[in-house]
């Protein structure tokens, strides 16, 4: 558990550090230190163990007792790391049950583009099988409005954001009571979203048009966790102040 915390300490003051001139720098290094810190337990077992101090004689018993407490942090560790794993089988049976009830409307270099009643923004989501989802409103939308959300949405899946964000819900799954591992996820969040938002640019739209249109989306959505919504509240404001600097 020591070790796990030190661990963490190191990495945040790593991705502290590397985005401390540009909080958008390319996520790979925090997708990485979330990787590690997902199987970082399993790291712990598998690797040789090195003998630093001298090791002290054992005492003789034939029948050691350790009492209850001492297996008690193992024990809420393991509680608290089913619970949010069970979280993540809940969204992915969520967006199984999405893609079922959902009807797809076009499909875009690989991605399906699918039409959800309910559905209060557009959604990427899907590692293997590629998806967005969009509002059943979608055909209301403005022509201008639906590219502007492609482009974002597609952006997701050619980074391969979607995949960043369950390596970093497993990582939370592991790491459940570190507040700097969640810190570490909302910052690799922020940086997808900080990527996607300069593709788009990149593309023509203008930066005023396109924090209207983010404004417009700002919505909650109805799953949390290895979903990609575009209006998420969460890193709006930097958002905008990021695109509206010169």
């Not at 997708?31 to 399993?42: D, H, K, S, Y």
């Not at 497993?170 to 790491?175: G, L, Q, R, Y």
């Not at 570190?178 to 570490?184: D, E, K, Q, T, Y």
């Not at 959505?221 to 958002?239: D, F, H, K, N, Y």
Request: glycine share 6%.
């Amino acid at each position: 558990m020591i070790a796990l915390l030190l661990f963490s300490i190191i990495a945040a003051a790593l991705v502290w550090i590397a985005g401390r001139k540009d909080a958008a720098l390319d996520p790979k290094l925090t997708t990485v230190v979330l990787g590690l810190l997902a199987v970082f337990p399993i790291l712990l077992i598998s690797l040789p163990k090195v003998d630093i101090l001298p090791v002290m004689p054992k005492l003789q018993t034939d029948h050691p007792h350790f009492p209850i407490w001492f297996f008690a942090p193992l024990i809420i560790w393991g509680i608290g790391t089913n619970i949010e794993l069970f979280r993540i089988r809940s969204i992915a049976g969520k967006l199984h049950e999405w893609r079922t009830r959902s009807t797809l409307i076009q499909t875009i270099d690989g991605v399906e583009i699918r039409k959800l009643d309910g559905l209060r923004g557009p959604v990427a989501a899907g590692v293997f099988r590629k998806m967005v989802f969009v509002p059943a409103d979608w055909e209301t939308w403005s022509t201008d409005r639906q590219k502007i959300v492609l482009d974002h949405e597609l952006a997701h899946h050619r980074r391969k954001d979607p995949l960043r964000r369950w390596i970093a819900s497993m990582a939370v799954a592991v790491n459940w009571f570190n507040p700097l591992v969640r810190w570490i996820v909302r910052r690799l969040m922020i940086q997808c979203e900080f990527a996607c938002d300069a593709e788009v640019l990149k593309g023509g739209v203008s930066a005023k048009h396109y924090a209207m249109l983010l404004c417009d989306m700002a919505e909650d959505t109805p799953v949390r966790g290895p979903v990609l919504a575009m209006g998420e509240e969460s890193g709006l404001e930097s958002r905008l102040r990021r695109m509206m600097e010169d």
